[in-house]
């Protein structure tokens, strides 16, 4: 029996983690729960799942025994902790998870991105293991498994290309809101689906993959496959290519982190549906990414290449920029070409601690903010 403490428990990833321990009560717990704004689904699961603790930013009366996330994420009884927050908001719990000794199971790149330097090293020193929930990671992840230390030539990191694959600049320049949203594999929350349109969250992944995995940046190929049935792969020194393949569903991954190294029954349960091979009638193709016309993935390179405050203020530059575009305040390029101006002006600081990263990600944030809600005002 693990017991499972979810940080976002009313979001994409951790509805779907509590499918996964409603239809295996002899194997998970969900012993905490904690959500932003969804008060009345909390109410639910708490009925349900009766977790020993729970924190609602929204509503405190739901509160019990934790007033924080950081509660939540350091509880006594979790063996694991999943962070589907969104945004950096999963940093500070992250960090204070580790230093409890808890393993993680993370759906919350941003943590990465902003604070891989910090979080790296916490869980090294504290011998934790942190297991990927995205589903291009913990493909890599899965393909790792077996390698036998072998180094790694290249990682794959696959992207479905968003619904704009194949746009011109001057395609992007007419984008609405309506079509951003519109993903063509997955169903995910509005902000993590805007950024699969500007392919942002494909830049985020590769500094993910650089910290998960200790790979220098320029090993990391992002491959435009449509299909998403590829999930990433990795190539050894020798040729060989192993990836890992599947029905696109975030349920397989988030099993995977709650049960490795073991794997759950999940085709049996009626949770995914089995891959279909003879369905694939058109095949799987594979292209480059359009890096000219999505500036997003050179932007997260150079930021993660500069290193120190470049990667917090890329994200949270980004996170404000797609927040006033889904409240329809600037344009769908407006995001990648507000970012560039951003990153060439931006001056690194280096050796930041936790509050560093803190400071400086509000700092970014308020600039922005002041910069275009006046200016469209």
């Given at each position: 029996?693990?017991?499972?403490?979810?940080l976002g428990s009313t979001g994409s990833i951790g509805t779907q983690a509590l499918e996964i321990i409603r239809k295996n009560p002899d194997k998970y717990e969900a012993v905490a729960l904690s959500c932003g704004k969804n008060a009345a689904l909390l109410q639910e699961q708490i009925r349900e799942f009766r977790p020993r603790m729970v924190y609602c930013a929204a509503d405190p009366a739901l509160n019990k025994n934790a007033e924080s996330l950081v509660d939540i994420a350091?509880?006594?009884?979790?063996?694991?902790?999943?962070?589907?927050l969104m945004g950096m908001r999963g940093l500070e719990p992250t960090l204070a998870a580790i230093d409890a000794g808890k393993d993680i199971a993370f759906a919350n790149k941003e943590t990465l991105v902003v604070g891989g330097e910090l979080v790296m090293a916490a869980a090294e020193r504290k011998g934790v293991k942190l297991l990927p929930v995205?589903?291009?990671?913990?493909?890599?992840?899965?393909s790792l498994q077996g390698s036998g230390g072998n180094s790694i030539r290249r990682i794959l990191l696959t992207a479905s290309g968003g619904p704009f694959r194949g746009y011109t600049r001057q395609q992007l320049e007419q984008v609405t809101l309506a079509q951003a949203l519109r993903h063509p594999n997955w169903s995910m929350g509005s902000k993590i689906t805007i950024d699969s349109a500007t392919m942002m969250n494909k830049g985020l992944e590769i500094i993910e993959a650089k910290w998960l995995f200790d790979v220098p940046l320029d090993r990391i190929q992002v491959v435009v496959h449509p299909q998403s049935v590829l999930h990433s792969a990795v190539e050894f020194e020798d040729g060989s290519v192993i990836g890992q393949m599947g029905n696109?569903?975030?349920?397989v991954p988030i099993a995977y982190a709650f049960s490795y190294p073991e794997r759950t029954g999940l085709v049996g349960e009626g949770l995914v549906s089995s891959l279909d091979l003879f369905s694939l009638k058109e095949g799987m193709t594979f292209y480059p990414a359009d890096e000219k016309v999505?500036?997003?993935?050179?932007?997260?390179r150079q930021a993660s290449e500069t290193g120190g405050s470049c990667p917090v203020v890329l994200n949270g530059a980004n996170e404000v920029l797609v927040d006033l575009f889904l409240h329809e305040k600037i344009g769908f390029t407006d995001?990648?070409?507000?970012?560039?101006?951003?990153?060439?002006?931006h001056v690194p600081k280096y050796d930041l601690d936790l509050e560093g990263v803190l400071e400086e990600d509000r700092n970014i944030r308020d600039y922005v903010r002041k910069q275009l809600e006046g200016s469209n005002s």
């Open positions: 029996m693990k017991r499972i403490a979810i350091t509880m006594d009884d979790a063996d694991i902790v999943l962070n589907s995205d589903s291009e990671h913990s493909a890599i992840f899965q696109p569903d975030m349920k999505f500036k997003t993935i050179a932007l997260a995001i990648q070409d507000t970012l560039e101006r951003i990153m060439d002006a």
